[in-house]
């Protein structure tokens, strides 16, 4: 006998402003807490597209953050009453998004839903976020969500069993019997490390890295800026790798991050930069609040810039041995993220795809079996190992790196500029900009792509010239479905190979954020080739300052923040 419940539709108002972005729903916290059903209206959206056949096995999980739980309540009984047959939670809701994506593959689940804003900050006043993640694990593509928005557009019902309440609390098996024919609902509550930590003892030699940092008394420091990977590293770090309880900063997930923004840059993991500049540990990680970013730093806060760490596990794959197993098939980069990575596809003989941002558009590739590794310069790596960007699995691929060449963080790094040059690369954030200023920045950096007048013209700044040999919008057609995305960002190619980019953000809550990227290439015979990034990036950055007038436009003197 099991537990029986009854079916109620829901009559409701539809909004027009569920419109996924680069990942998910994204929404001040406030909006689900004020607008009537804003959630449950968004999980019939989505179910109104996948259509639950009786074989659908959803994922559900997330971040910690304010409303989680809650959120996890309406998928469930809005889920079961869509004739989901079986759900998989996380304990407690909790499961980062990496975690996610391997547990979808792993299960062959029909898909997976997860509650998260990221690296946005959280709690009653900040953000609440819903993705919704495919079979192969990755995030919806544009096809989908754009039909889930059209649906939200229109939706005037929504179907609920409004008695089911479940315990998350426990790990376990639950079962319910739902409508008139006792459709059977199976739930389970799952571990939210274990199928994560299988997946990547499989993928990396624990053993080795285990003896690796307890012969060399290593002293490691991951911070989980109060995110979900906090009970991961632990796992990872202290029950499987040995490590003392100290290695783990702001471990314990809280719904608001206490109070800052779990995003793994130079300003907002500051904590970590200026432990590791104490000179006291050997190796630092971030991670933000879903799990999926990485900020590497090496001893005495020495920084991994993103776009290098992609290029510099490309150039090491042969450390990591998934990689050593299955081949190198393939590599990827977001384009804004720096040209680092094309020196070592070039040097591997490797194929090299440049995608816009956002990590769905490496999903087919990778399902298409030519792509292994992958990254943006958000703080993104990752490989096909999953269908998400993985945090942690990047901070293991570099100890693996380290073991492997028996060197120290910033050894490595120098190494592959001596080796492939380097690229100088910052991206700066005018976040909170008022809409229209940040459309006119953008219309009139257009307008030079529309009429070409700016072709082949010098720019002088601090005594370099830069020439302009491209300027263009960015288009991308996927090579495996032939599906074209316009608009991906503007960009600005000079002679020397320098590039500047311009797009506007797809994550934010509310008002607009202009991201300028700037990546500048320094040869390895240079004089300055281990110089600071931020003066060799100057004479461009005042250049793309120049080119695009953002100050002019938005009234901003200086970018929130600069990475
Ligand atoms: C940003 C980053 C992008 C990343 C996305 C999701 O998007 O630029 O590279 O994939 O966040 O990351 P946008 O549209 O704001 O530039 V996460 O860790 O917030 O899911
Ligand atoms: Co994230």
């Known amino acids: 006998m099991c537990e029986s419940y009854t079916v109620t539709s829901v009559s409701t108002t539809p909004y027009d402003d569920q419109?996924?972005?680069?990942?998910?729903?994204?929404?001040?916290?406030?909006?689900?807490?004020?607008?009537?059903?804003y959630t449950e209206n968004f999980i019939q959206s989505i179910m109104t597209v996948i259509k639950p056949s009786e074989d659908c096995v959803l994922v559900v999980g997330g971040d910690g953050r304010y409303f989680m739980k809650e959120a996890v309540r309406v998928i469930v009984k809005v889920a079961a009453a869509n004739g989901v047959r079986r759900l998989i939670i996380g304990q407690n809701g909790l499961l980062s998004t990496p975690a996610v994506s391997c547990i979808i593959r792993k299960y062959s689940a029909t898909g997976g839903i997860i509650l998260t804003a990221s690296h946005n900050p959280g709690g009653p006043n900040a953000d609440f976020g819903i993705k919704y993640n495919i079979s192969n694990g990755g995030p919806a593509p544009s096809k989908v969500?754009?039909?889930?928005?059209?649906?939200?557009?229109?939706?005037?019902?929504?179907?609920?069993?409004?008695?089911?309440?479940?315990?998350?609390?426990?790990?376990?098996?639950?079962?319910?019997?739902?409508?008139?024919?006792?459709r059977k609902v199976d739930i389970d509550v799952i571990s939210s490390v274990a199928d994560y930590l299988t997946l990547?003892?499989?993928?990396?030699?624990?053993?080795a890295l285990k003896n690796y940092i307890h012969d060399k008394k290593l002293k490691l420091r991951f911070d989980a800026l109060h995110g979900v990977i906090g009970p991961y590293a632990k796992s990872v770090l202290c029950d499987e790798l040995g490590c003392s309880q100290d290695s783990l900063a702001h471990c314990?997930?809280?719904?608001?991050?206490?109070?800052s923004h779990p995003d793994p840059n130079l300003t907002y993991a500051r904590d970590l930069v200026q432990e590791m500049e104490k000179g006291v540990h050997d190796f630092g990680a971030a991670f933000d609040g879903d799990g999926d970013r990485n900020m590497l730093i090496g001893k005495n806060g020495f920084y991994v810039s993103p776009c290098d760490s992609l290029a510099i596990i490309a150039n090491n794959y042969e450390a990591i041995p998934y990689f050593r197993k299955n081949g190198l098939k393939g590599v990827a980069r977001s384009m804004p993220t720096s040209g680092a990575l094309d020196r070592v596809?070039?040097?591997?003989?490797?194929?090299?795809?440049?995608?816009p941002t956002g990590w769905k558009f490496f999903g087919n590739l990778m399902?298409?079996?030519?792509?292994?590794?992958?990254?943006?310069?958000?703080f993104g790596t990752g490989s096909d190992h999953i269908r998400e960007k993985d945090g942690l699995w990047a901070a293991l691929a570099w100890l693996s790196i380290l073991m492997h060449a028996n060197a120290d963080v910033e050894q490595v790094v120098k190494q592959h500029w001596r080796e492939f040059g380097r690229n100088c690369f910052?991206?700066?954030?005018?976040?909170?900009?008022?809409?229209?200023?940040?459309?006119?920045?953008?219309?009139?950096?257009?307008?030079?792509?529309?009429?070409?007048?700016?072709?082949?013209?010098?720019?002088?700044?601090?005594?370099?010239?830069?020439?302009?040999?491209?300027?263009?919008?960015?288009e991308y057609t996927d090579p495996i479905d032939q599906s074209v995305a316009k608009n991906q960002g503007v960009r600005i190619i000079f002679g020397d190979g320098s590039r500047v980019i311009f797009r506007l953000s797809g994550t934010g809550s509310s008002g607009a954020?202009?991201?300028?990227?700037?990546?500048?290439?320094?040869?390895?015979?240079a004089e300055n080739l281990e110089a600071s990034a931020e003066e060799a990036l100057k004479p461009l950055v005042e250049v793309a300052l120049r080119l695009s007038k953002i100050p002019q436009f938005t009234g901003r003197e200086a970018p929130t923040v600069i990475t």
């Open 19 to 37: 419109k996924p972005g680069t990942s998910g729903l994204r929404k001040p916290t406030q909006v689900f807490l004020t607008k009537t059903n």
């Open 145 to 182: 969500t754009d039909a889930i928005y059209e649906v939200s557009k229109q939706l005037n019902t929504y179907d609920i069993c409004k008695d089911l309440e479940i315990d998350i609390s426990t790990i376990g098996h639950q079962s319910f019997c739902i409508g008139e024919n006792k």
């Open 200 to 207: 990547m003892k499989d993928i990396f030699d624990f053993p």
């Open 252 to 259: 314990v997930p809280k719904e608001d991050f206490g109070g």
């Open 345 to 355: 596809a070039a040097k591997l003989q490797k194929s090299m795809y440049e995608t």
């Open 367 to 378: 399902d298409a079996g030519q792509l292994s590794l992958c990254g943006e310069e958000s």
């Open 426 to 474: 910052t991206r700066y954030d005018y976040e909170q900009v008022d809409v229209v200023a940040a459309n006119n920045v953008m219309s009139g950096l257009k307008a030079y792509v529309e009429n070409q007048s700016l072709l082949n013209t010098e720019h002088t700044s601090q005594s370099h010239t830069f020439v302009i040999k491209t300027f263009d919008d960015f």
């Open 513 to 525: 954020t202009i991201r300028m990227y700037i990546d500048s290439y320094i040869s390895s015979d």
